[in-house]
């Protein structure tokens, strides 16, 4: 049977467009498929950059397309972040804080883990109970030895890392060792079918680029997507009312000086800061809103935090960039044989990281059901649509839920993001039945969806939910039960300090030596 999609063509580079690219090469060349794959990228398009953290996810992408861990960690300055830690957005006192780590609570049961909680450690954190990868990052301890295998760790991890050196390194992979074409060029028309289909794309320099499946990775442009096709934008600002964001690349004070293993989320008064730490640097942003503060407003906040590491010198001679963000996603994803992946899908404040984690998702969709037929195609279309249409519904569910929980009052912006009626129909739902009994894994009942119930719980009761105790829930004995695992789990946190190493001195090392390879 011939193959209907021949020739895959992928507007746009940058993470969005390389991951693509090497998903679908490394699928193709491994079941020895002749369908072929380039790649069409601007010479004067930078990339965004603000994707520097991954969830655990990319470690199976990684090898899946075939780079090695310690080339990522070694060219892409890449650490490991085993979750988030929100600083401040319960109260905004001291010592408010809480994480959502990457590894799953301990318990017979998500429901159990919870009652076993505030049956015997209620005046503790959720997340410190039921699972010990909060005290690995408070101690600034990494996810594996160096003695672990590549892609492997004894407990969950993501990345963080330079999203320039890291769409780099995937595209020298994907050039050099997966037969990916690299046409380096503009787009400066595009030709349709008489079917309404796109045929090929016009070039400054190299003619027209003829495909039969074209995936929109123009980012904010939208070349296809958007600006071809005219697929209505989703606004979500009614939900998501932050729609700016100041970045900044700083340096640490000395080479040895601790990298945090979680992505830090800091809440201020008018807005939140991210502070990322690779092995070279840290990556750092104010996310604001505009109708609540101005850019110098933003500026200040941003610098008052910054004085919190590093002195007035080292701040002067930072370089800060401004980003608008357009919260929201397109009506549709895939329009007859074109798809969006990355920011021209959509994008919304990066709280949870999920950007390149839907990018994963989509392009794994794109590889298992790629049509092969036209009727096939505009099957696989709906079914794209009403998957991400969901997962991005669920995303903006979940952001809200960081915010609607706060007992913050102190700011404008605080009494706006707690307001009712920016509260989602859905999240509203859940909450009111979460007020009467534990959340578990049923609640969450799409196959599609994007954040696991475990997810909720660490976020629910990190910001002090409150939930009824039913008198049916879970029977003592099996809360015992639970308590016992609860027990084995914390006395590993001693044995694991002890056979682990600070993150900065696993990555010194990895520079060195390298990462065992796996089988």
């Known amino acids: ?134 005290r690995i990052c408070e101690e600034g301890l990494a996810p594996k030895q160096l003695s672990t295998p590549e892609y492997a760790g004894v407990l969950n991890y993501g990345y963080h890392l330079d999203a320039g050196k890291f769409a780099e ?61 005219n697929i209505p934008f989703i606004d979500a600002r009614a939900y998501s009312m932050n729609d700016r964001a100041l970045a900044v690349q700083v340096p640490y004070a000395t080479a040895d000086a601790p990298v945090a293993s979680a992505t830090i989320a800091t809440a201020h008064t008018t807005g939140w800061t991210w502070d990322i730490g690779l092995s070279s640097r840290r990556g750092i942003g104010y996310v604001y809103s505009s109708s609540h503060a101005s850019d110098e407003q933003a500026g200040d906040s941003l610098v008052a935090y910054l004085r919190q590491t590093i002195d007035e010198s080292a701040i002067r001679s930072l370089n800060f960039r401004t980003l608008s963000i357009k919260p929201g996603y397109r009506e549709k994803f895939w329009h007859r044989n074109c798809v969006a992946v990355g920011m021209a899908a959509g994008f919304i404040e990066p709280l949870e990281a999920s950007a390149l984690a839907l990018v994963e998702l989509s392009v794994s969709m794109i590889r298992d059901e790629l049509p092969q037929s036209a009727v096939a195609m505009d099957i696989v279309a709906r ?23 706060s007992e913050r009052r102190d700011s404008e912006y605080w009494q706006d993001a707690v307001n009712p009626a920016a509260i989602p129909d859905g999240l509203k739902e859940l909450l009111e039945l979460w007020r009467r009994r534990i959340p578990y894994e049923r609640d969450l009942l799409h196959t599609e969806e994007i954040f696991p119930a475990a997810s909720y719980l660490y ?24 308590k016992l695992l609860f027990d084995d789990d914390y006395k590993k946190f001693d044995r694991y300090a002890v056979a682990v190493t600070s993150t900065r001195k696993l990555l010194s090392s990895i520079m060195q030596s390298g990462l065992k390879k796996s089988n």
């Open 1 to 134: 049977m011939n193959n209907y999609v021949e020739q895959i063509i992928i507007v746009g580079g940058g993470t969005a467009g390389w991951l693509s690219a090497g998903l679908l090469a490394a699928e193709f060349k491994k079941n020895n498929s002749p369908i072929k794959v380039a790649l069409i990228e601007s010479p004067d398009v930078s990339t965004i950059g603000v994707g520097e953290g991954t969830w655990p996810s990319m470690r199976v992408t990684l090898r899946t397309i075939g780079i090695s861990e310690t080339d990522l960690v070694r060219e892409c300055f890449a650490s490991f972040k085993q979750g988030s830690k929100f600083v401040g957005w319960r109260t905004g006192a001291p010592n408010d804080f809480y994480y959502h780590p990457f590894s799953m609570p301990v318990g017979n049961s998500l429901r159990d883990s919870v009652a076993m909680w505030k049956t015997f450690f209620p005046h503790k954190r959720y997340d410190e109970i039921t699972n010990i990868q909060s």
């Open 383 to 405: 079914r794209f649509n009403q998957v991400f249409t969901y997962r991005w519904q669920r995303i903006i569910e979940f952001l809200k839920l960081h915010y609607v929980l």
């Open 169 to 229: 390194l995937l595209k020298s992979h994907c050039i050099n060792n997966l037969g990916v074409t690299y046409i380096r060029d503009h787009v400066i028309a595009i030709n349709s079918s008489d079917n309404g289909d796109v045929a090929s794309l016009n070039t400054q320099h190299h003619g027209a680029i003829s495909g039969d499946l074209f995936i929109d990775c123009s980012g904010t442009h939208c070349l296809l997507i958007g600006e071809h096709f």
């Open 459 to 482: 976020v629910l009761y990190g910001m002090g939910f409150s939930t009824e105790l039913s008198t049916k829930g879970s029977a003592l004995s099996e809360l015992e039960k639970s």
